[in-house]
């Protein structure tokens, strides 16, 4: 999958010391998000469906 073009946003609840910061990206034309770790933006990207990111997000924080 061509991630080239991927505008890469950093979560919301990332650290801003440029330590454990995730970054995100909508997949086009797919409901699925990419997520990659941003000391390594070369690195391996994770693809999950909107749900899954959610689901795992709650279940982080204790909400579900």
Do not use: F, I, Y
Not at 26 to 54: F, I
């Amino acid at each position: 999958m061509d991630l080239s073009k991927a505008e890469w946003r950093k979560a919301t609840r990332s650290l801003n010391n440029g330590g454990e910061c995730v970054e995100l990206a909508d997949v086009a034309g797919a409901s699925a998000v990419a997520v990659r770790d941003s000391k390594d933006p070369d690195g391996p990207v994770l693809l999950v469906t909107r749900a899954a990111l959610r689901t795992a997000v709650q279940s982080a924080a204790g909400t579900h």
